[in-house]
Structures are given as C-alpha cells and as structure tokens.
C-alpha cells in the first residue's frame, strides 16, 4: 500500500518537472492524502465535476493577444479588409463578431462611419496604384489584390493627397517648407493636416492622462475619425506606445462577458469561463480560483469564494452592512422618545418613572404617558392596555424584531470570518511546536502534517459558515430553509468540535490519540461542508430556494 | 513644435498665440468682442471686452474679462474670468466661465458634456468667444455654475433679468434711484 503510495508520489514528481505552472498548489495537497490514504478527503482533488461548478481556463496576457489576433484574422478573411479596419471594427463592436457582420452585410458605408471608420467612397483619394483600402471595403467580394504592401507605412498610405505649397500646423502654428509636408506633418483619411510633433503630443496625452485607447479621434474637433493602431505606434514614443497597448488589452477583457482579470493584487491571469453569463447568475456561484492559488468569483470578481451565496445576494448583504441605517434600526429598537421635548433616551437601569434630564418632564417608561397620571400605584403600570400606549408599543417591538434578526445573522457572519483569521493565527504557533516534536522526537514530518490539513478544513468551512449566515437572512421561512439550517447547524457544530479539538495541547506521549481523533474529525467537517455546499448549490439549480428579495 | 521642456512648450504657446491675435485683430469678431494681450511683454494674459447681446438682458453692457493661458497651450485649454463677475448661470461666483469647450478634454467637472463638445488643441480664443456669447444668450441650466443663479433663472425669470440689467447699470456707472 505505502510502496504504492510512494510510487505515485515520484511519478507526480516526475511529471511536475515537465509541466510545473500547471498546478503547484494541487500537487502540494494531494501529496499527504496519498499517504495517509485515510478517508482520502476527495475535495482537493480535480474531483468529477458538479452539476453547479463551471469549467473555466486561466489565460496569460500572451493568450489574450492571440485571441484577440485570431479573432481579427477571421474578420479579416471573411470581409475582406486590412487587418486594422477589423481590429476598429471588432473593437466598435466591442468583439462581438455576429453582430459586427450583420451590421456590414447589411450597410457596409454605416458600420464603416459608426466605428470611425474612412467613408467608403471618395475618389479623390485614390493615389495613383495603390488601391486604398476604401474601395477595397465596399466591394468586399473582390479579391484583395494588394491589401498587403509592405513597401508603405500605414501612414503614408493613409495619406491623403499633399497639400501644394508650405503648410502651416494649425496647433503650433510652425511653418513647414512644402519639402518638409511629408516627412514632418501628418493628416488621417479625414485629411485634416497637423505636424508630427503636434499629434505625438496629443495621442500621448490622450493615452497617459486620460487613459483612452480604443477610441481615440482625429485631434480636429467634431471629426470622428479613429486614429489607427499602427498610426499611433508611429507617432509616440514606445513608452506610450507600450502603455497604449496595455490599455487596449484591458478594454478588450473588460469589453468580453467570457473573460475577466483576477482581480487579486499583483496577478495577471485572466479567465475564460463562458458558462457564468450574467443572466444564469441566478442560479450559479461561479467560483474559480486562479493560477496564482487565490480564488475569485467569475460573477462579481469577489476576492474570494462567496459560495454558496448568489452574487446578487452578497451585493445586498455588503451594502446593508455597510450601512448606516441599521444605526438608525438601533436607535429605534433601543431608544425612546421624551413625549414633550423629544430627546432619545436609552433606558439603562432603574424602575419605570423616567425623569427627562433635558426638560424635567416626568413620564413613564412602559406607556409613555405622563407619570402624574399613574396616582400612587409607583413603579407598575397598570395603564397598559390603553390604546395610545398599545399603538407606540406594537410599531417599537415591529422594528426591534427586525434588528434582532439581522444582528443574530451579522454576529455570526462576522464571527465566522473573526474565527476564521484566529484560527489560522492559532496554527502558526501550533506549527512552531509541531516542527520541535519534529525535531525532538521520534516523529516524522508526514505525521505532524494532520493538524495542518485539519486547519485548513476549518477555515474553508468557516468561510462557508460565514456566507451561509448571509443566504439564511434572505431566506423565506418554510421547510427548505429548515432543511437549510439543519445542514448549518451539522456542519457548525462539527466545526467548532475540531476547532476545539486543535486547541488541545500536543503532547508527545497523546499525540497518536490526538491525531486519530483530529484526522476522523477533519474527515467528518469536509463531508459535512461538501453535503451543505452541494445542497446548497443544487437548490439553485432545482430552483428550491425561496428569496425574501428579488433575484 | 512641443519639446518636453516647459520653455519650448511656452514658446510654442507664444507663437500660437501671436497667430490668433494678428488673425483677431485682422478680422474683429462680429464687432462685438475684442480681444488682446494685456501687455506685449507676457502673451499667457489676455483681456477680452465683450459687447451684451442684443436681446438678452446683457444688451448695452460691455463685460471685461481676463483669458488666463496655461504654458501648455494649445493643448489645454486657457480660462476665462470675467472682471467684475457677472450674474450668470454659468459663470462661477468669482468670475470664472464654465462651458464646455473650455474644459480639457479629461475632466468634466459635472459629468454632462461628450468628449466632442470639449476643449481641443484646434480651438482658440475665436471659437471659445464666440461660445460665450451664445452662452450669454442662451444660460445652460442644466449644468450650471451659479447654482442660485440657476435657480433665480428657473424659477423666477423676470427677477433674474431685473437683477441683471441692474448690474449692467451700474457697470456703466448709470446709477438709478432704486428705492
């Protein structure tokens, strides 16, 4: 059995070698349960995928530049058109390429203005041989005899015929010898002419201060004309140039539904995950987890797992957390009012004949009618059932009802992500003793590693706890939410046990026992996580979940 | 052309500069502004003298107003700040004009206009004035600068031009017994 182990491991190994980006962090989990083979917890292991979960891939920038060239090149061959008109193209029609050829079957000349695009008739630009590209564009069933002339720059064949005589840059007001025209101005099929200096200028500032990449026009106001990709590498310095590109890879991934950045600091992956479409947010939790070993939601780019809540749900839940009407809830459900000069007063001790510190007005606390009233019968109210006292009383137990609930579920939620960060704290000082038992005694690493597996099922589960408190608030009362908070309660109650057993002290002589108990333990918390998760995320799907909110 | 140090850029702020007020002196803008350098010595101040529309409450005053140029110019825009500050639902308590064009292409202040309305570098004082005086004419209220101003001209019109023929007035130095 161990020899079996032991074999896999050094395969695993071994393959490591040829493909170590693919999965650091799997290799490093799956490696103790191998050993151990003790109820091997399945949960780490590319498991069979659930009806719930979404296949997704973790893309590098390289693999969005080729996506996006592919993309281009197909546009290109099916309409015929340099490779730059359908990058603006594709880009206009933020990269949706059905709709892109419907719209160019369907009136080429308006598909071509809307993105910016040169008109595709004017015969006065024809220079000379070379067919430019808007003529090209409104026949596209023509063979594209010399679209590719790898003689002329972008630029110069954009150039639309040269003024006669010096020409002065309507920015700078630099005059330019009629020699110099070419060599030193610059003007878009639109023709509108301004020196080269004068075009770095502006593009740098569009692209460095204001952060415009897809969309950048001609610098003459009111002219729509987008100025070209390689125009713009042209004209400013590769510094910008760098940074331009950078952004129009950003707008691209941020344009595609499919893709998203992690959203963690410091990574630069990007997802592909075509089976989290906004509208199915309803009823999947799409969490992923990214090359760099953190976990994200594709939905709402949540830094971590939200799961089992939907994204909706969480977005609710976050801003009434951060809201500050559950002060004002507070103050409702705790405080009154002096019936005659209106102070809030919170009641904190002492018997029912209130004294207003501000006004003097003396009132009782349990009807709110003036204390006069109450004769000689001190300290009781025996006026209780009077109807002005019945109507403030029914409307104040309404709203503290309400704050009680939703503080019943925020203290939990809070506490589970508090217990979460303790417990990972706890470990640390844990793994320290751990390492001395290592060093000391007879134990080898493999057999102190269970506290380590076990801490980690207790913060994976807390964090699950934590949302499910969260789903639980929003939940309508009927049979499924108590089915719901069974498998919550089980799955909280075998939480805490482990968490409780991991704070026993490790002695060398009980460590056998311990890691028994522990190791059983952690195998119980991750059936009990999985159980409520699956539950939880099915009930999505089998649309058994009965919202107080609109989702 | 623009170098990256500040001197060439002023000095091509200067030449731009010295080309729109040979062509404004050239060819006066409808006869109802003048515009022109306060001294010789710096082209970045100006001083723009503009003539009420006729029409508009603003008829018969003539409004002074300081064009203050960045270094940069043209590439961003310059700022207009009329001396004394007129009553005007676009034009800021101390003086300053807001519309549009006058804003550099990135910031938007109120968040209302499209990029194409902005400042760009083929602007100049001509089109920036003439801009103004169709503001005179015609306050935008839906992005305004005055905001009581705004709410003068909304509510309660008749008073708005009242109080601004009164400072017409008595920027001419009519004084009227008002009781």
């Known amino acids: 059995m161990s020899s079996d182990g032991e074999d896999y491991y050094y395969e695993d190994d071994y393959d490591e070698g040829s493909m170590d980006q693919d999965s650091p962090v799997s290799e490093g989990m799956s490696e103790p349960d191998i050993v151990y083979d003790v109820m091997s917890p399945t949960a780490d292991e590319p498991a069979p995928k659930k009806p719930y979960d979404v296949s997704y891939k973790v893309r590098t920038l390289q693999e969005i530049i080729n996506m996006q060239s592919k993309e281009v090149r197909k546009i290109q061959t099916l309409l015929e058109m340099p490779a730059s008109t359908a990058t603006i193209l594709l880009r206009h029609y933020q990269w949706n390429s059905e709709k892109l050829q419907e719209q160019f079957w369907n009136d080429p000349a308006a598909a071509l203005l809307s993105a910016g695009l040169s008109p595709p008739v004017s015969p006065s630009t024809r220079t000379g041989p070379l067919p430019p590209s808007p003529s090209l564009l409104i026949s596209p069933r023509r063979p594209t005899r010399s679209s590719h002339n790898p003689a002329l720059s972008p630029v110069k064949r954009s150039r639309a015929p040269q003024p006669s005589g010096p020409f002065e840059c309507p920015v700078c007001c630099m005059e330019f010898a009629k020699e110099d025209v070419v060599k030193e101005t610059f003007a878009l099929g639109c023709r509108h002419r301004f020196c080269r200096g004068c075009w770095a200028e502006y593009l740098t500032g569009k692209i460095r201060s204001e952060g415009e990449s897809s969309r950048i026009q001609c610098m003459e106001s009111g002219c729509e004309r987008i100025v070209r990709e390689e125009i713009i590498d042209e004209l400013v310095p590769a510094g910008v140039s760098k940074r331009y590109h950078n952004l129009l890879n950003m707008a691209f991934v941020a344009d595609a539904p499919n893709l998203r950045w992690c959203p963690h600091p410091d990574c630069e992956y990007i997802i592909e995950c075509t089976q989290a479409p906004p509208r199915m947010l309803n009823q999947l939790v799409p969490t992923v987890e990214c090359n760099c070993g953190r976990q994200l939601c594709f939905g709402c780019g949540y830094l971590s797992s939200h799961r089992p809540v939907l994204c909706k749900i969480v977005r609710l839940w976050e801003r009434k957390c951060a809201d500050d009407s559950e002060t004002a809830n507070w103050l409702q459900a705790n405080t009154k009012e002096c019936s005659k000069c209106q102070s809030t007063i919170e009641k904190n001790g002492g018997c029912n004949h209130m004294t207003c510190k501000k006004c003097k007005y003396e009132f009782c606390w349990v009807c709110m009618g003036p204390w006069s009233e109450h004769g000689t019968s001190w300290y009781q109210c025996n006026r209780f059932d009077e109807k002005s006292g019945v109507n403030a009383r029914d409307a104040q137990a309404k709203s503290r009802a309400s704050l009680e609930r939703y503080l019943h579920y925020f203290n939990r939620w809070a506490n589970h992500e508090h217990s979460a960060k303790l417990d990972a704290e706890f470990y640390k000082n844990t793994e320290k003793k751990m390492e001395q038992m290592q060093n000391s005694g007879n134990l080898s690493w493999i057999e102190v590693q269970f506290a380590k597996q076990a801490v980690e099922t207790v913060i994976k589960a807390r964090i699950t706890l934590k949302w499910s408190y969260c789903m639980a608030f929003y939940l309508k009362r009927n049979n499924m939410t108590e089915l719901f908070e069974d498998n919550q309660r089980d799955l909280e109650r075998a939480v805490e046990n482990l968490g409780f057993a991991l704070e026993q002290n490790i002695e060398p002589d009980s460590i056998a026992q311990l890691r028994q108990d522990i190791t059983n333990q952690t195998a119980y918390v991750q059936k009990r996580h999985e159980i409520l998760m699956d539950d939880t995320l099915k009930g999505y799907l089998e649309r058994r979940w009965d919202f107080s909110v609109d989702i | ?179």
């Not at chain 2, 409808?30 to 008829?59: C, F, H, R, V």
């Not at chain 2, 107003?65 to 005007?88: G, Q, S, T």
């Not at chain 2, 503001?135 to 005055?146: D, F, K, T, V, Y």
Request: glycine content about 6%; proline content about 9%; hydrophobic content about 35%.
């Open chain 2, 1 to 179: 052309m623009f170098g990256s140090n500040p001197r060439a850029q002023s000095s091509t702020a200067t030449r731009r500069l010295m080309k729109e007020y040979r062509d404004i002196t050239a060819d006066p803008l409808q006869d109802s502004i003048t515009a022109g350098p306060i001294s010789e010595d710096n082209m970045l101040e100006w001083e723009a003298l503009i003539q009420g529309p006729e029409g508009t409450p603003y008829e018969g005053g003539i409004f002074s107003a300081k064009l203050i140029f960045p270094p940069d110019y043209p590439l961003n825009p310059f700022k207009m700040i009329f001396e004394p500050p007129l009553l005007h639902p676009n034009i800021y308590p101390n003086g300053e004009v807001c519309i549009s064009i006058l804003h550099a292409p990135g910031d938007d202040p109120l968040r209302y206009e499209s990029a194409s309305e902005r400042w760009s570098p083929v602007q100049g004082v001509r089109s920036v004035l003439l801009s103004v005086l169709s503001m005179l004419a015609e306050p935008n209220i839906e992005s305004g600068a005055n905001v009581e101003c705004c709410k003068l001209y909304r509510d309660n019109k008749q008073e708005f031009e009242r109080q601004v023929r009164e400072q017409v007035k008595s920027l001419l130095g009519i004084t009227e017994n008002t009781e």
